[in-house]
């Protein structure tokens, strides 16, 4: 059984960072790809950072330059470095996994996490 489990959420100034970490179970970690999304109430899911089996990675234009995703395939661990939060940034994160480029573009995913907030407010 699949397990996703994110953590590292939490409230943060504008202009400031947090990491989030999203640690997997149940799954062969160094073949599966990842990716984080967010979400705010009445919107719809977004993706926001994908990494593939290879450790590439891939970002919307919208946090293109300030987050940062990579994957531990030791730890079995998924992280987003955030840099630069901004009010906009506010939302429930979402770790993701066996999930392709294409699928976070349409906000889709087979494995999901339960989610963490990350709140950006002066």
């Known amino acids: 059984q699949v397990q996703l489990v994110e953590s590292g959420g939490g409230s943060v100034q504008p202009g400031g960072s947090l990491r989030l970490s999203c640690k997997a179970s149940?799954?062969?970690?160094?073949?599966?790809?990842m990716a984080w999304f967010r979400q705010t109430p009445g919107s719809q899911r977004e993706g926001v950072a994908f990494?593939?089996?290879?450790?590439?990675?891939k970002y919307a234009d919208s946090v293109k330059g300030r987050f940062t995703i990579s994957k531990d395939n030791v730890d079995n661990t998924l992280y987003l470095h955030m840099y630069n939060l901004q009010p906009e940034d506010t939302a429930m994160y979402y770790c993701?996994?066996?999930?392709?480029?294409?699928?976070?573009?349409?906000?889709?995913?087979?494995?999901w996490g339960q989610g963490t907030q990350v709140t950006v407010s002066s």
């Open positions: 990494i593939d089996s290879e450790g590439m990675p």
């Open positions: 149940g799954v062969t970690y160094s073949r599966y790809s």
């Open positions: 993701a996994g066996d999930v392709s480029w294409t699928m976070l573009t349409t906000g889709r995913a087979t494995n």
